[in-house]
C-alpha cells in the first residue's frame, strides 16, 4: 500500500479521534451535564473543533491529496472512495476558516442551552438573539463558497452531497398535492379511535419494553445504550460505541416505542459499517436522508405495520393489561396510524409528516435569505402552519420552539428527514421482492433477513458510494416520490376505507 496513502489516514484517523471525542462531550451535554457546565463547554467543544479543523486542512493534507488523486482514480476500490470523499472534505474544510468554526462553536452551544429554557418556558424571545446569531452564522458560511445555482444548495450539500434545492423542490411540489388531497379524503372518512393510547402508562415499564423492541430488531446494546434526553438523537463514537437517546410524555406515552425504533434504525445503520472503514471518512452512513431512511423503515414500516401489531400486541397487552383490554391487532394498528394533523413533527403521522418539512424548509430559505425578521418567526410559523394543516399552535413551544436543529445550526437538514421517507418506501419495495415471506417473518417476530438485507445493501458501505449513487444501485432509481404515494394510498385507503 502506498506510503502516502498510510500518512494520509494516520493524520485522518487522528481527526476522526478529535471529532469523536466532540461528539461525547455534545452526548453528555444532553444527557448528563448540570445546567452550569453550559459555558465551559461551549469552550471546550470549540478547543477540539478548532483543533481539528487544523488538522484537517494542513497543507500536509492538501499534498498528499493532490498526488493520491493521481495515484487512485476511477476504480471502485475503497482507496478510490476514501481519496474522493476526503478531498470533497477537504475542500469544503479549508473555505472555512478556523475562527468562524470556533465562533459557530461557541454561539451554537450558548443557542442550545437558550433554546432549553425558551422551550420549558415557551417564550421564543429567549431564543430570539441566539437564533439572530445563527442565522447570520449560517449566512456567512455561505458566502465563503462560490455561489450556487441557490445559496441553500450549500447547505443541503453538507448533509445530503449532490443534492440540489431545485430537485428537492421538484420532488415536494410533485408530492405535496398528493398528500394534501389524501388527508382531505381521510378527514371526510369514518375517524379511527385511539383513546386507549393516551391512558395512563407506567414509565418504567414503557421505556424497558420499547428496549425489547430494538433489541430483538437488532440494535446491539453491547455496543449501544439509550438514555433518556429532551430530544431523541443517536450518535456514535465508533461502529462499536452507537448511542441512543430517548424521552417519555406522560400525553402521548407510546411514543417513546416509535422514537426507540426511529433511534435504533439510525444506531443499526452506524453499527453496521465496515469495521475496516473506522478512523477513514467512509466510516458511517452516507448521508442525512439515507440515515433517515433506515429511521424511518424500523419505526413506520416495520413498527407502524399490521403483521408487528399482530406480533407484539399480545405480549403489550402482557404488560398493560388494563389499557388494552379487548384491543385487536388490527384497532391497535388503525390507532396508531391515525391521521390528524398535528402540531408536532416528530409526532406527525405519516400522512402530514413531510408537510411539516415542506413549512421548515421554506422557512429556512427566506431566513436565510433575509426576507423574514426572527422576531417575526412564532407569527410566520403559526400562520404557515394554518394554511398547511388548519391548525394554530397555542403556544411557542408546540410552534416555533418545538425543534433542537436551528439551535446547532443545522440548516439544510430538515428536508433530508422527507427524502428519507421516499428512499425508506423505494428500499421497501426492493426489499419485498427480494424476501418474498417478510410480512410472515415480521408476524412471527423475525427481523434477521431484513437487517442481513440492509446490512449487506446499506449499511456495510458507509461512504463509499455517493448517497443518490446508493439508491440507483439498490433501487434502479434515484429518490422519487413514487413509491411513497403508492405506499401511502394503499396503508389509508386500507384503513379509512377510502
Ligand atoms: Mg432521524
Known amino acids: 500500500m502506498s506510503e502516502k496513502l ?20 455534545s452526548w453528555d451535554q444532553q444527557v448528563n451535564m448540570p445546567p452550569g457546565g453550559g459555558e465551559a463547554r461551549g469552550q471546550q467543544l470549540a478547543t477540539l473543533g478548532k483543533i481539528s479543523h487544523e488538522k484537517s486542512t494542513s ?32 475542500d469544503k474544510a479549508t473555505r472555512v476558516p478556523a475562527e468562524f468554526v470556533a465562533e459557530q462553536s461557541i454561539v451554537t452551544t450558548a443557542a442550545f442551552e437558550a433554546w432549553v429554557e425558551a422551550k420549558g418556558k415557551s417564550d421564543f424571545s429567549i431564543f430570539r438573539p441566539h437564533l439572530e446569531k445563527v442565522v447570520g452564522l449560517v449566512q456567512k458560511y455561505i458566502s465563503f463558497f462560490p455561489p450556487a445555482d441557490h445559496p441553500y444548495d450549500i447547505l443541503l450539500d453538507d448533509y445530503e452531497p449532490g443534492m440540489k434545492t431545485a430537485e428537492v423542490q421538484e420532488i415536494f411540489g410533485s408530492l405535496r ?5 389524501l388527508i382531505k379524503q381521510i378527514s371526510s372518512a369514518k375517524q379511527v379511535k385511539d383513546d386507549f393510547l393516551h391512558k ?7 421505556w424497558d419494553f420499547s428496549e425489547i423492541i430494538i433489541g430483538r430488531f437488532g440494535y446491539d446494546f ?10 431523541p438523537f443517536e450518535t456514535s463514537f465508533s461502529v462499536d460505541d452507537v448511542r441512543i437517546t430517548n424521552r417519555f410524555e406522560p400525553e ?9 425504533m426511529h433511534e435504533s434504525g439510525h444506531a443499526m445503520y ?20 439515507v440515515h433517515e431512511s433506515q429511521s424511518r423503515m424500523w419505526e413506520n414500516l416495520v413498527g407502524r405495520s399490521l403483521p408487528f401489531c399482530e406480533q407484539f400486541l399480545p405480549e403489550l397487552k402482557k404488560t398493560f393489561p388494563s389499557q388494552l383490554e379487548d384491543i385487536s391487532a388490527k384497532s391497535f394498528y388503525k390507532a396508531i396510524n391515525k391521521v390528524e394533523p398535528s402540531l408536532i413533527r416528530v409526532n406527525a403521522d405519516e400522512a402530514t409528516y413531510n408537510l411539516h418539512i415542506m413549512l421548515r424548509l421554506e422557512l429556512e430559505i427566506e431566513m436565510i435569505a433575509g426576507r423574514v425578521a426572527i422576531k417575526d418567526l412564532p407569527e410566520i410559523w403559526n400562520a404557515k402552519m394554518r394554511e398547511t394543516l388548519g391548525i394554530t399552535p397555542p403556544d411557542d413551544a408546540h410552534g416555533i420552539l418545538q425543534d433542537v436543529h436551528w439551535s446547532y445550526g443545522l440548516f439544510g437538514y430538515f428536508p433530508t428527514y422527507a427524502l428519507g421517507n421516499l428512499v425508506s418506501t423505494q428500499l421497501w419495495e426492493k426489499i419485498n421482492k427480494d424476501i418474498k415471506d417478510l410480512d410472515e417473518q415480521i408476524r412471527k417476530g423475525k427481523f434477521d433477513s431484513l437487517l442481513g438485507w440492509l446490512r ?3 449499511h456495510i458501505h458507509g461512504h463509499k458510494y455517493d448517497p443518490q449513487d446508493l439508491v440507483q444501485r439498490v433501487t434502479g432509481s434515484k429518490i422519487d416520490s413514487a413509491a411513497y404515494v403508492r405506499y401511502l394510498t394503499k396503508k389509508y385507503s386500507e384503513i379509512y376505507g377510502l
Open 59 to 90: 497543507d500536509e493534507v492538501g499534498k498528499l491529496l493532490d498526488e493520491l488523486k493521481k495515484e487512485f482514480t476511477g476504480s471502485d476500490s475503497d482507496e478510490s472512495a476514501m481519496i474522493r470523499v476526503a478531498a470533497r472534505n477537504y
Open 252 to 260: 402521548n406515552p407510546l411514543a417513546t416505542f416509535f422514537s426507540g
Open 270 to 289: 452506524e453499527q453496521g459499517v465496515n469495521p475496516a472503514y473506522e478512523r477513514t471518512p467512509l466510516a458511517g452512513g452516507v448521508s442525512s436522508a
Open 222 to 231: 453491547s455496543r449501544g445504550r439509550q438514555d433518556k434526553a429532551a430530544h
Open 200 to 206: 395512563k402508562y407506567n414509565e418504567k415499564k414503557v
Open 456 to 458: 449487506e445493501k446499506i
Open 177 to 181: 398535492p398528493k398528500q394534501v388531497e
Open 6 to 25: 498510510n500518512q494520509l489516514k494516520e493524520i485522518l484517523g487522528v481527526v476522526s479521534d478529535l471529532n469523536h471525542a466532540g461528539s461525547v462531550l
